[in-house]
C-alpha cells in the first residue's frame, strides 16, 4: 500500500510540473503576442488554456483520490493540500494570459505602442512566475519567499499605470479604448502575481508548516 501511495503521488507531482509548464508557456506567449502586437500569438494563447483546462480538473480528481484512499498524515497532506490549492492558482494564471491575449486582439493592426512601466511589469511577472514553479517544483522555501517579497513591486507597478492612464485621458486627442486596455492587460498581470504569492506562501506552508497568509514579514 505504502508503495502505491508514494508511485501516485509522484505521477501527481510530475503532472503538476507538466502543468506549470503549459501555464509558463501560455504566459511567454501571451506577453509575447503584448510586446510585439502579434494576432498569430495571441490565438494560440486559446488553444494553450484548453489543455490546462483539462489538465486541472484530472490533477485535482487525482488529489482528491489520494486523500480518499490512502488518508496520508503529516507533510504528504501538507504537500497534497498544496497541490489542490496551486493547481486551481496556476488555473487562473493561464486565464490572466487568455484575458490579456484577448485584450491585445483588437490593439493589433492599430498605431499601438506598449508602455515602459506595462512592458516592465510584464516582464517582471514572467520571472517572478518562473521562480514561483521552480520553487513550487522544488518545495524551495527561500525562492518561495522571495516571490512573495517581491508582490510589492508588481503592485506598485499597476498603480502607476493606473495614475498614467488617468493623466493621459486628461490630454487632448486620448484615446480611452487604449488606455482602457492598457489597465486591463495591468490587472491581469497584477492578477497572475497574486495567485504567484499564493503558490509561493503554500510552499512556504508545506515545507514548515507555519500558515503566513495575512503576514507582512515573512
Same mark, same amino acid.
Do not use: K, S
Given at each position: 500500500m505504502a508503495h502505491q501511495f508514494i508511485d501516485r503521488l509522484d505521477e501527481l507531482k510530475d503532472?503538476?510540473?507538466?502543468?506549470?509548464?503549459?501555464?509558463?508557456q501560455a504566459c511567454e506567449t501571451a506577453v509575447q503576442a503584448l510586446l510585439s502586437s502579434d494576432a498569430t500569438l495571441a490565438r494560440q494563447v486559446f488553444g494553450l488554456d484548453i489543455n490546462i483546462d483539462q489538465q486541472e480538473v484530472e490533477i485535482e480528481k487525482g488529489a482528491i483520490d489520494l486523500l480518499a484512499l490512502y488518508q496520508p498524515a503529516a507533510s504528504d497532506l501538507r504537500l497534497i493540500t498544496i497541490i489542490i490549492k496551486a493547481n486551481s492558482d496556476f488555473e487562473r494564471i493561464a486565464d490572466c494570459a487568455v484575458n490579456i491575449a484577448q485584450r491585445m486582439l483588437p490593439l493589433t493592426g492599430r498605431d499601438y505602442t506598449v508602455p515602459p512601466d506595462l512592458r516592465l511589469m510584464a516582464n517582471g511577472m514572467l520571472s517572478t512566475l518562473r521562480d514561483t514553479i521552480k520553487a513550487f517544483n522544488l518545495v524551495d522555501e527561500s525562492l518561495a519567499r522571495q516571490v512573495v517579497r517581491g508582490d510589492d513591486l508588481v503592485d506598485a507597478l499597476y498603480h502607476q499605470i493606473v495614475q498614467d492612464m488617468l493623466a493621459r485621458l486628461e490630454s487632448p486627442g486620448a484615446d480611452a479604448g487604449i488606455e482602457l486596455s492598457n489597465v486591463m492587460i495591468a490587472k491581469n498581470l497584477e492578477r497572475m502575481a497574486d495567485h504567484c504569492t499564493n503558490v509561493a506562501e503554500?510552499? +512556504?506552508?508545506? #515545507?514548515?508548516?507555519? +500558515?503566513?497568509? #495575512?503576514l507582512h514579514a515573512v
Open positions: 503532472r503538476m510540473a507538466r502543468l506549470t509548464a503549459q501555464v509558463q503554500d510552499v +512556504i506552508y508545506a #515545507h514548515t508548516g507555519r +500558515i503566513i497568509r #495575512h
